[in-house]
């Protein structure tokens, strides 16, 4: 039995003749850049986070780079990242001319440890930005709670959690602003590279909207710094019938999450637990395992698909090496990073094929057991 990682053509077969004619009709108005299907999506996208404004970008790493810059963050500044992250959640930090401050995660989680913010904060912090990992929310009360009483913007890297909630919230409201990504792969995907800023802060949200567009309020005026960094007509049309289906794909991700936590109930694999005040959107389902470059391969060779969600901490990067960090910097996230798997994570996977990875696991895992004794 195959498993793939990710299957997109399972996700778009039921929806392709309604896509197909949502794209024919840009073609038809040659509405290509900044159409009305970009404000439409932009007002459902923003509902359905629960705040008042979402601007269309042309990517995740954008969306965090515009909202830094927005709020005048740059040369001189610090601003907190979680040591582990993709590398765009720091990259945009870097982008602005600011300084990207690791914290390391919680122990068992693989969120930012709120408990170990406040030490790395100095005069000059701007900023966090939390990430939700995997698509399991981080602690945003605590970081609310410390970025109030420092005075410190929080811009929520929301591009792997597209409609997680926190306390009966959806992610994404908490913060000054919030970051997502729509890249092919992630709970809400483009037809290409695409992303979002959202955010209640109105004056924030019309700065952004210049800046994606040439840097303008009115057309030939450039009143701030004339990026191209708009959301593509297209994109917005396939966002808007793929957001319909949000939820629902989203409460599958969950069902299947439960399948692998039951299958790996007392296996000895460590599966990963969201917070009970929390719904998360299981982007990614990321376990823990001992020797587990010769359980990736055994899997290979059974035509199940894994990945590493990150096999090198952000600290430890060739391109932080001006950074001057060393390995036993982030002891957790570095122990983590030589343990996690990133096992199959789709709406449409099926039980038996859920049931097969969790037993080609078990069976790795009894065999290492007697080879040890
Ligand atoms: C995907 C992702 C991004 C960046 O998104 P792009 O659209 O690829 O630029 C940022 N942060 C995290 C955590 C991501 O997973």
Known sequence: MKVPFVNLQAQHEPLQTEINLA????????????????????????????????IGLDS????????????????????IVPANTFIATAAAVSF????????????????????????????????????????????????MAIANQHNLI??????????????????????????????????????????????NDSQLNAQIKAMRNC?????????????NHRLDTVHAAVLRIKLRHLDEWNALRRQKATLYHRFLLHSGVITPAA??????????YVVRVQNRAALQARLNEQGISTALHYPLPLHLQPYYENLGHQRGDFPITETYADQILSLP???????????????????????QELTIT
């Open 275 to 284: 917070p009970n005040y929390t719904i998360p959107v299981w982007h990614l």
């Open 215 to 227: 840097g303008q309020k009115e057309k030939y005026v450039h009143v701030t710094t004339p990026y």
């Open 60 to 79: 995740g790493l954008s969306a965090l780079k515009l909202a830094l810059e927005a709020y005048n963050i740059g040369e001189g500044d610090e601003v």
């Open 154 to 199: 929080v811009i929520e890297d929301a591009c792997q959690a597209h409609g997680a909630y926190y306390r009966g919230q959806r992610i994404g409201s908490f913060g000054h602003a919030a970051a997502f990504s729509f890249y092919p792969a992630k709970n809400l995907g483009a037809a290409g590279d695409g992303g979002a800023l959202v955010t």
């Open 96 to 143: 602005v001319g600011a300084k990207p401050v690791f914290v390391d995660i919680k122990p068992n989680t693989y969120n930012i440890d709120s408990a170990k913010i406040e030490a790395a904060i100095t005069e000059r912090t701007k900023a966090i930005i939390p990430v939700h990992l995997y698509g399991i929310p981080a602690d945003m009360n605590e970081i």
């Open 23 to 54: 794209i024919a009709n840009v073609f038809t108005n040659t509405s290509f850049i900044l159409g009305e299907e970009v404000n439409k999506f932009e007002e459902e996208f923003a509902a359905y986070c629960g705040v008042k404004h979402a």
């Open 345 to 367: 994570m789709f709406p449409e996977l099926s039980e038996e094929q859920i049931e097969h990875v969790a037993n080609a696991l078990k069976v790795f895992v009894a065999t």
